[in-house]
């Protein structure tokens, strides 16, 4: 058994690791820090191959895919990404044509060039990171929530038509709301706002991608956020997001 995953130095991603080769699962573990995903391969159990890679260049993405394609990958995570916080006309644009590549290209190309091999043999599990922020726009993060909402109809779709077609290869999204990770230093994110727990949303997103649920939400509040939010004004809706964002510039 062997898993695929990226933005696998950090976060999200190293806890998967973590669980997964707890679980017995082999391991290709692609960030663009090498010294961290040596130091996380020195302290996993099972055989772990690592791959030092910045996937915001799509060509990159390609050459992981092509260097891995022959080993049977049962599992793959699409979990890099970032954000970034600010006024759109303010933010640079070179870094968010970035975030977009690895947001938006990497999932999207991995997503498909994987996919073809799963259908093929008829199983495999694609498990990509999104946020809740993909059920909303988001002033203040205008490009991440964009990106996000990609990532989540993107999947959706794919689903469906794994669905009509009958297929056994699962394709799920995982939504949660902050984490407790190094995701606010990258996004310039000043106040810190209650977060969940890295770990145990790793878990529950494992277990659910198991158990073959296509939408994972962790936490109650999060639960209840997507449930009604076709029931709030869209106006309304913007407000909050708005307030929200504005507190992680530590301001109020």
């Known amino acids: 058994m062997k898993a695929l995953i990226t933005g696998a130095s950090s976060g999200l991603g190293k806890d998967f690791a973590k669980i997964l080769s707890g679980m017995g699962y082999d391991l290709i573990l692609v960030a663009r820090r090498t010294e961290r995903l040596q130091d996380l391969k020195d302290i996993l159990t099972t055989q772990i191959e690592i791959k030092t890679l910045d996937l915001s260049d799509y ?4 050459k992981l895919y092509d260097e891995v394609k022959e080993q049977q990958i049962d599992i793959l995570i699409n ?3 970032f954000g970034l916080l600010g006024k759109f006309f303010e933010t640079s644009l070179d870094r968010e044509m970035q975030m977009i590549d690895v947001n938006i290209k990497a999932v999207h190309i991995l997503t498909k060039l994987f996919l073809r091999d799963f259908m093929n043999r008829d199983s495999g599990y694609i498990l990509n990171i ?3 922020a993909s059920f909303f726009s988001g002033p203040l993060m ?4 964009a990106t996000k909402n990609y990532v989540t109809r993107l999947t959706e779709a794919i689903y469906k038509e794994l669905q009509v077609v009958r297929s056994n290869v699962y394709i799920g999204v995982f939504c949660p709301g902050p984490i407790a990770t190094e995701f606010n230093q990258v996004a310039q994110v000043k106040e810190n706002l209650k977060s969940l727990n890295s770990e145990k949303a790793a878990n529950y997103a494992i277990h659910q991608m198991f158990c073959r649920k296509f939408l994972i939400i962790p936490g109650f509040m999060n ?3 997507y449930l009604f939010r076709n029931f709030i004004p869209n106006a309304l809706l913007l407000a909050i997001t708005y ?3 504005k507190k992680k510039e530590g301001k109020k």
């Open 223 to 225: 639960k209840c956020l």
């Open 79 to 81: 979990n890099a990404g």
């Open 243 to 245: 307030r929200i964002q």
């Open 59 to 62: 060509q990159n993405c390609i």
């Open 130 to 132: 999104s946020s809740s």
């Open 142 to 145: 205008s490009t991440y929530y």
